[in-house]
């Protein structure tokens, strides 16, 4: 083999390559989004923080869509 190429530097770049890729993954697996079976949220509106204003709408829309709850 030629000088320059050094199959110990090879082997260690297709290590680094190989935990790089194990560590991560293209596709990491999330878990599908998935409506809590129970949020607790304050009665009074004016008492809610902005997310939860948003995941009352978000739960409304959801209501209404399915039709049957």
């Not at 083999?1 to 199959?7: A, G, I, L, Q």
């Not at 190989?18 to 009074?44: G, N, Q, S, T």
Request: without cysteine; charged residues 45%.
């Amino acid at each position: 083999p030629p000088e320059e190429e050094n199959p110990f530097e090879m082997s260690l770049m297709e290590k680094a390559g190989l935990v790089k890729r194990e560590k991560r993954p293209e596709r990491p697996m999330a878990p599908p989004a998935k409506k809590p079976d129970k949020i607790e949220l304050p009665e009074d509106e004016s008492q809610m923080t902005d997310d939860e204003l948003g995941l009352k709408f978000l739960i409304d829309q959801d209501d209404e869509q399915d039709g049957s709850s």
